[in-house]
C-alpha cells in the first residue's frame, strides 16, 4: 500500500516557480494601478483651483454684504468702507483678544452706516485694561472719523459670562443687538479698523490677510483612490488563486486517502483463497 503524499502548505504552494511568476505578473499590474492613482492624485492637485478675491481692495461695504443677512464666504476677511456716524455711549471693551500672541483688550463701538444700517466696529487694541477704560471713555461720537475702513469679519457667537468676569470677551453682533438702544437693520459681521483712531492710545487690530483657499478637483481625487483600490484587488485575486490550488489539492489528496483507506478495507473483508 503506498502512501499519499502529505498535502502541500499554502506557503509551499507559494513558493513554486508557477506562483512565483504569477505573483510578479500581479504586481506589475498593481505597480501600474499604483502609478495611475499617482497621476490622479497629482491631476487633482494641479487642476485645483486657487479661490482668489480682491481682499486687499477697499470696497464699499454695501457691495460685499447686506443688513440682516448671514455673512457669505466671499466677504470674510474683505477690506471694505463705509461712511456714517457714531453711536453716542455705545461703546464698550472687549477681554482676551488676542493680537499676534498677546492677549489685551479691544475697544469697540456702534457705527450707524448713512443708510441707516448697525454696524460693530473694532477701534483699536491695547495690552493694558487702564488704557483701555480711558479709550473708552475718551471715545466721543462726534469727534471720531464719519468715515471707516478695516477688514470685515464673521460675528463670534455669543457665550455666557463666568462668575467674576468684568468684560465681556466675544464680539457677538447677536448681544450687541440686545444691548443697542436702537439696532435697527444690523450686519452680521464686524470690521476691525485698518488704523485706530487718533487720540486713544490704541494700537490697530492685527487683522492679517486671509490665506487663499485651494479647492481640489474631488473627480480626480476618486480616480486616485479607485486606482489604489485596483491594485490591493490584483493582489488579493493573486492570493485567491493560490488558496484555490491549496484547497483543490488538499481535496484531492483527502479523496486520495479516502480511497485508499476503502480499497484497504474491501480486501481484508474478503475470504481468503482455498489451497
Known sequence: MTTPAPSPSMLQIMRRPRSLLMLGGFILL????????????????????????????????TQVADPATSVGDEAIGQLVSASGEWVRGEFQILADRLDEGRSGYWVTGHFRTDDGDSLAVGL???????????ALSDADASALPTTVSGRFQQSEAPTEPTDGQVYPEDFAVAALINEWADAGPTYAGYITLTDAPDGLGLDPIYSPLLEQQVQLNFLNLFYAVEWA???????YIWYRLIRDVYERERDDIAGAESAEDGASSASVGQPAARP
Open 229 to 235: 483600490l485596483f491594485a490591493v484587488i490584483a493582489l
Open 124 to 134: 483699536g487694541w491695547t495690552d493694558d485694561e487702564k488704557t483701555a477704560q480711558s
Open 30 to 61: 498593481a505597480v501600474v494601478f499604483a502609478l495611475f492613482g499617482q497621476w490622479q492624485l497629482s491631476r487633482a492637485v494641479q487642476a485645483g483651483t486657487v479661490v482668489e478675491r480682491p481682499t486687499e481692495q477697499v470696497l464699499p461695504l
